[in-house]
């Protein structure tokens, strides 16, 4: 399984927790008080509660459950039914490989993540979730016009809508399911980005639409 | 293998409030039922009319899918003069049923899951206690617990240090002693009777036999309610759905004490209906 994006960076900021999917693995991403990042299996070890209804308590991810503490590195560093008991270095969650570029997180469920390299700076603009296949979304893109104009593929997964710039990075999560992420041009005002993220709404609605969705 | 052993064992399937409003379609284990009232002269069919063996007790309606029934597990204190019994309803969950029965007789989760009311930060320590099979009984009991909870009952009116006893009578019924907050020499009995729908889904029936004569009906079972849909967030979170019995599959603690003998106790008696096995 390559890495594979599975959001944007500024949707997760200090102290929050998402859940993510990757090839069919349940996934927890959060981010620490001090901005460090780590991704697991959503499953404590404890008790097996998902960990992305979990909270963060300083540098640590609680569990919703009972509360077990756990370090960035997966370690459990507290328990609090045994305030005084300094957790045996046995008790850890399974780490993921995850790191972030352009605004995007990246995880990686065999490796190191290895973020998909852009020819060129790129903004991060939305993510969204289309119930259709990932053929689906690409056929849709080149189909949805913006502003009049059918987007134009010009190679490395890049689109250009007039003088736009655009990039899909697609995470299929299921055979008719499909997490969708984009990028633009950097520096566009906010009128251009409002109207680029309806866009990507009736990109999603056409792609629904006229895929192999719902079959 | 463990569809025969559990279709041995009674099962709640209805109550007086639920039969009143007509008769309730449901399953148990798989099978597909009928309940039809009224209440005192209960018949249960499946779907192609075959009758089921009826029996009314603790206000619950309970039956038997299987040709060779163990009796049904006493509960003294049900017969206590002074005990007002109360049946709190029902609640779906998308859980296994030992899961279900698990996650009662767990203490270490009060402050977090039922947060204000049967735990609270700081107060998350759970004291060493007492966790057995007791082979006379042939039940999984735990004494000696104490805890600080907040509000303990709806009677309480503040927070005090609880005791608790557990009682596991059947893989899929617990029951439970604490301090009852207005008679310190008594114990209120709150039970989980669990109807395995499936191995993967259940419903639950709590039901308690209590020493408070002036809250009202509907706001104790209320009350009860409450805390098991709090209960219900968690179990319908937990991977893998079914128990495992595989004691290097989740990591225990001494506050597990309890949760580790009920699943020796599933295993040994080969009650695996809802549990992870190396057969299943
Ligand atoms: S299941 Fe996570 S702390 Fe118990
Ligand atoms: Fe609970």
Known sequence: ???????????????????????????????????????????????????????????????????????????????????????????????????????????????????????????????????????????????????????QPSGSGLYALGTIRLALLTNPLGPNR?????????????????????????????????????? | MSLHYASNDWYPVADAACLARGPRKTRLLGTDLEVLGPFDHPVVTDMGGRCFPVQVRYNHLWTTIGDDPRPLFDIPEADEPGRRHV????????????????????IAHFPFVHTGILGAEPHTEVAAYKAEIREDVDEVWAT????????????????????????????????????????????????????????TDCDVWPWMALYDDTTN??????????????DRSILENQRPVKLPLDPKLEIPTRADMTSIAYRRWLKRRGAYYGALTDQT
């Open chain 1, 1 to 151: 399984m390559p890495s594979m994006p599975v959001g944007l960076s500024r949707d997760l900021p200090p102290k929050r927790v998402m859940r993510a999917s990757v090839g069919g693995q349940d996934i927890v991403v959060w981010r620490a008080s001090n901005g460090d990042i780590a991704a697991w299996d959503n499953r404590c070890p404890h008790r097996g509660m998902a960990l992305s209804h979990g909270f963060v308590r300083g540098n640590a991810l609680a569990c919703l459950y009972h509360g077990w503490h756990y370090e960035q590195s997966g370690r459990c560093s507290y328990i609090p039914a045994h305030p005084d008991l300094d957790p045996p270095a046995t008790i850890h969650t399974t780490r993921f490989g995850v790191t972030e570029r352009d605004g995007v997180i990246w995880v990686d469920t065999t490796d190191t993540a290895k973020p998909g390299m852009l020819t060129e700076p790129l903004d991060p603009l939305r993510s969204l979730i289309a119930e259709v296949s990932e053929a689906a979304v690409e056929a849709a893109c080149h189909s949805t016009p913006f502003e009049g104009e059918m987007p």
């Open chain 1, 178 to 215: 499909t997490q969708v992420t984009v990028l633009t041009s950097p520096g566009l005002s906010l009128q251009t980005r409002l109207a680029l993220s309806r866009w990507c709404e009736t990109l999603r609605r056409n792609a629904e639409a006229t895929g192999t969705g719902g079959a």
């Open chain 2, 87 to 106: 049946p709190c309803g029902v609640v779906r969950v998308k859980c296994s049923p030992l899961r279900a029965v698990e996650n009662f007789l767990d």
């Open chain 2, 144 to 199: 000696n617990i104490s805890f600080y909870q907040p509000q303990a009952a709806k009677s309480a009116a503040g927070g005090i240090t609880t005791r608790y006893e557990y009682r596991v009578p059947a893989p899929t019924a617990a029951v439970l002693y604490k301090t009852c907050p207005p008679r310190p020499e008594a114990m209120d009995v709150i039970a989980i009777f669990v109807q395995p729908r499936s191995e």
């Open chain 2, 217 to 230: 009906f509907a706001d104790l079972a209320q009350f009860q309610q409450e805390i098991f849909l709090q």
